[in-house]
């Protein structure tokens, strides 16, 4: 039997394997009977190999961690294997985001430094204490309920919260929370949150400054609107005061006058609204009454030659709403709707259901019309402001913009969905706990 002598070899470069030593990377030569032919300092420690030893094939010298890298022709490196664990929660400690890991009841069980400079709470003042430390008070507890019944399913939530830091201070929290799930159900609950505050701010600040820099266009584009709407008015009037006319031109005239400072007043709101960002009051609103009676009045709007349906579900959520806001982005979408029909007429169907959508419990509420529909070309531009392609005077392009901003102001979405031929629908979601 042959011995191995921990030294330098022939077989491999004193240099190498000196260099190898400084920096902790132990190394070793196999013969071509796969036993240790020669191994540096480091590699015989990790080896637990002594000054003369015989010599062994190498995979019984293996100890747990120890980890091997097979190098050119038979030299092995050997090095210490990190723990898997030890690595993740170096990671952990070593992200920009703030991570709580919690129990399956909500109880702090681990945080990383980032959580800390997010909530002022130390490690030792958060583990053992419920998430709910962080609650501020400011939020719809039905946004709580679908968070929790959303995880406690085994599914991931994603939303922004208003919670409260240490010291008081109140913030943005954007968290998206996954439930660890094993045989036994959800055991764990893993947070990622970022403070979104600032970034809010600027974006809201940032589409006020986009607002306000196209007002000039704005003017221009309302004021033929505008005039078009006056002239009735003031030829109505010059017709009245000139002469007694008979009973039934004054009832024509007083109509028309009546149906045009209409049009002028909602004209004017709509660029309010557009000008204010589409904001208001919001109050828990029943939707099933609230939306039966705007179906009410939009269906005397439409033309005869236009089918007006609607099917709205009973029972729907309660929403926070701002009711005078959504009328008008209905409003907006039902004149659409008339004008994409032409005067041949067609279809218009009102719906509203019960939905989900990315863990929260809403209401979906569509405008369809089984018009000709729009190439993708011109449905790309649909939502932008001053966008139209009505002919002048029959439209500003705020129609579409101001529905997607009363969405946004709701915290919900539109969606259009259009082709060719195969007519147009309009799909809004309107979320639970809406502030």
Known sequence: ??????????????????????????ACELDDAGQVRWANGHGARLLGLTGAASSRRLEDLVRPGVRLVRGPGNLVLV??????????????????NAVVITDERGVVEYINPAFTRLTGFTREEATGRSIRMLKSGQQDSRVYDGLWSTILAGATWTGTLVNRRKDGALYLDES????????????????????????RRLAALAERGERIDVLGHLAAAVAHDLANLLTPLSSGAEVLLKSPPDEALVHDIAQDMSDVSKRAVALVRQLLDF???????????????????????LGRLVPSQVRFEVDIADGLPTLSLDAMRLYQALLNLCVNAVDALGPGGGRILLTAR????????????RVSDDGPGMEQEIAAHAFEP???????????????????QVMNAHGGSVVLDTAPGAGTTFTLFLPGGAR
């Open 1 to 26: 039997m042959t011995t191995l002598a921990i030294t330098q070899s022939a077989h491999l470069e004193p240099e190498l394997g000196r260099s190898l030593d400084l920096v902790g990377v132990g």
């Open 79 to 96: 090095t210490e294997a990190v723990d898997t664990l030890e690595l993740q929660r170096a990671a952990l400690e070593a992200v920009g």
């Open 176 to 199: 998206t929370i996954t439930p660890v799930v094993d045989h036994r159900g959800v055991r764990h609950f893993i947070a990622v949150k970022r403070d979104v505050t600032t970034e």
């Open 275 to 297: 000008a204010r960002g589409g904001k208001g009051l919001m109050t828990a609103t029943e939707p099933t009454p609230l939306l039966r009676s705007y179906a009410r009045q």
């Open 354 to 365: 019960a939905a989900r959508r990315d863990g929260q419990d809403g209401v979906e509420v």
């Open 386 to 404: 001053f966008f139209t392609t009505k002919p002048p005077g029959k439209g500003t392009g705020l129609g579409l913009a101001t529905v997607r």
